[in-house]
Structures are given as C-alpha cells and as structure tokens.
C-alpha cells in the first residue's frame, strides 16, 4: 500500500505513433505492479465527447465521457485528468499513472498542467516519448495540416504533422524504441541527432522504468524548449545523416532571407534556432521547420537591448546562457540555426545562409539605416497590421 503521504509518480507517454505508443503503455503497466493508465480518446470530439478509459495490464478497469471545453478536446482532457489523478493518488493503492496521451497531443502541456495543479500529491516523474525507428522520417518531413488527417484538438489547430512530431520527441526525458525490422542505421542516427541528449531505451526493458521514474523537472524541460536558452544539437555526421550548426554574429537582410525562406525550410527535414534581423535589431526570432513548414515568432527582447536594471527579473538560466556566447559589439544578438537531415549538402546551405547576411558595406553603415531596410517580415510578425 502507497503511503498516505507519498507523491504519485505520473508517467506520460506520447508520440504520433501510436501502435509503438500502446506497446510501451503496457511494457510500464507490466513491469510496475498496481499502476495504472489514463488515456483520453480525442477522435470522436467532433460529436461534442472525449472517451476516457482507466485501465491496468490485466484490463480496463474504468471508463467515460468528458464534455468538451470551449470546443477544444485538449482542453476537455486538462479539465478531466486533475481529478481523476487527484482520485488515484489518494486511493492508498496505486503506485504509478501512465498517461497516454492521443496521437497529437504535446507532452509539454499536460506536464505543464500536473505541475500547476498537482498540489504535492501528484507530479510527473518521467516524459517518454515512443518510437518506431523507421517511421521517424516519414513523419518529420510530413507537412499535412493536423486537420487534414483528422488529428486537430481543436478548430483553431493550426499544426502540422512534422512540427508536431517533432516536438514531441525533442520534449522527451528518454525515447523509447520499439522492435522494427523496416529501420536502418539511417533511421536510428536521425534518431540520434534530433535528440542527442535523452537515453535511447528498448519498450518494455526495466532501464525504461527506471527512467521513466527517475524524476522531471517540468520547469528546467520548459525552459530548455525557449530559443534563447534551448539546447540544441552539436555537429554531427553518421549513416548519411549529417548535423549542420551553422552560428554567425552578423543580422541578416530582411528582403534577401525573407526570399530564401522556402529553399531553407525544405533544405533539411528539421531545422530550428533562433536568429536576428537588421531591421528588428532588439528582436529574438525563433526558427522551427519540420516538413517544409516553417514557423517563426518574435519572443521577446534580446537581452543586450534591456537596461542594466530588467536583468534582475531574467530567469538566471537565460543569464547563464546569454553570457556564454556574448559578443563584444552585440551582446547575445546571434544566428544559431541547426539543420538536422539525410543527405543535407551543407556547403550549399551554408552558402545561401551566409548570403542573406548583411554585406560588408551594409553592416557598416550602422543600426540606424538597418531600421530603414525592406520589412519583408512584417506580414509573418505582425499579419495584424
């Protein structure tokens, strides 16, 4: 029996591919006695439902209905999965709750939500993230609308398949692998670098438990997703698979980047970072392309446009990130973009990145006449206007 005041441990267990999703599922339930999974089925929320099912490794022990929230099936599930945790970890009896999550549905949210509301009775212990090798690439380089293959949460969902597997695995504390005779090295060193810091472990295997339970930071992991403090992959080269770090201290020309971005949203089969432009000079842009679909959002200031005074209220991670790679004249100001794919040409990447920097004579003329250059990002940035 649990002790009364034990935290439950809450294991949650997502990706898009969802046979390989099941197999650890019930790998967990196997190898931990009295655990138990939640899953919430978000398939049938356009009938205005989301099916829950409670379930041990011997059968379903439970099951319902959550009404929708705000036409929004995630949101239904938030609203639901606190109390019904809630109601397991004061049972005395369970000693973990898997939560599997439906196909689309980001780890980082639900982690987020137990976080919030756990209130010292329930916390997130591990995130796992299941994996068959041989699918990773066909879903990465997947640019269909998740509405499109009815696998939006909500109608506003504008998410496509590839950024959001993506997500989803480079958000995991550990990846689990499941047995696939189609994947080949190519597959598991995409595997590899895409997430080269989480342990790669087989379904079903006690290494798997263990770090399942081993502990997460939800706020450290959420950190550790911002595009100023992200940690992103190193250079890499295995099984035609190649790690391009492409890092320079120079802003790039709006108009000239703006042309070239579909020819570098499509040049790997994911690439993220964070960059500047010349004529946003204080502005941190994010870069995130999986699939040829290419998101960028303005977060913030840079730190080295904030007076002296605003450092105080900065997250000391972010500080500690800044200082590591500050530059004299620019302070944290940088492009650092990493492009991850099977036979990447990254001489020619590189060539048409460093051509949409600023050239020697546009650099030098200074940040007021970079203010004055085309805003080609303004309808990406502010399409309000």
């Known amino acids: 029996m ?14 898009l591919h969802s046979d ?17 999974a939640l899953h919430h089925d978000l398939a049938g929320a356009e009938t205005g439902t989301v099916h829950r099912t409670v379930r041990e490794s011997s059968g379903v022990l439970s099951s319902g209905e ?11 599930l938030r609203e639901d999965l606190m109390p019904e945790l809630a109601r397991l970890a004061a049972d005395g009896v369970t000693r973990m709750a898997v939560l599997e999550l439906w196909d689309s549905v980001e780890p980082r949210a639900m982690a987020e939500v137990i976080a919030a509301h756990g209130a010292g009775r329930v916390e997130v212990s ?5 994996v068959d090798p041989a699918l990773v690439l066909p879903y990465l380089v997947n640019g269909d609308d998740l509405a499109e293959v009815g696998l939006a949460v909500a109608a506003t969902d504008q998410r496509t398949v590839g950024d959001t597997w993506a997500r989803q695995l480079e958000y995991a504390s550990v990846v689990a692998l ?6 080949d090295e190519e597959d598991h060193a995409l595997l590899g670098q895409l997430h080269p810091t989480a342990p790669h472990v087989a379904s079903g295997s006690r290494e798997l438990t263990k770090l399942a339970l081993a502990g997460f930071d939800v706020a450290a992991a959420g950190t550790g ?3 100023a403090c992200a940690l992103l992959p190193q250079e890499a080269e295995e099984a035609g698979v190649s790690t391009l770090v492409w890092r320079r201290h120079r802003p790039f020309h709006p108009e000239r980047l703006y042309d070239a971005l579909e020819d570098l949203s499509c040049a790997a089969a994911r690439s993220r970072g964070r960059f500047w432009l010349a004529d946003r000079p204080d502005t941190l842009l994010s870069w995130e392309a999986a699939g040829g679909a290419l998101c960028v959002e303005d977060n913030g200031p840079w730190l080295a446009s ?3 005074a605003a450092w105080e209220m900065i997250p000391p991670v972010r500080r500690a990130a800044a200082a590591l790679d500050w530059h004299p004249e620019h302070g944290d100001c940088c492009q650092h973009l990493v492009f991850v794919s099977p036979g990447l040409d990254r001489a020619g990447l590189t060539a048409l990145l460093d051509s949409c920097l600023l050239t020697d004579d546009e650099y030098a003329a200074g940040r007021p006449a970079w203010k004055h250059l085309p805003a080609a990002f303004d309808a990406l940035l502010d399409p309000a206007r």
């Not at 649990?2 to 990706?15: A, I, K, Q, S």
């Not at 591990?126 to 299941?130: D, E, F, N, P």
């Open 225 to 227: 997703q911002h595009p």
């Open 66 to 76: 959550a009404p929708l929230v705000n036409d929004c099936a995630c949101c239904a």
């Open 126 to 130: 591990g995130v796992v993230t299941a």
């Open 178 to 183: 499941v047995d696939s005779d189609q994947a």
């Open 306 to 308: 904030l007076p002296d």
């Open 20 to 36: 390989a999703r099941h197999e650890v599922v019930e790998g967990l339930l196997k190898e931990v006695p009295q655990s138990v």
């Open 2 to 15: 649990r002790e009364d005041n034990r935290t439950l441990p809450v294991v949650l267990v997502g990706g």
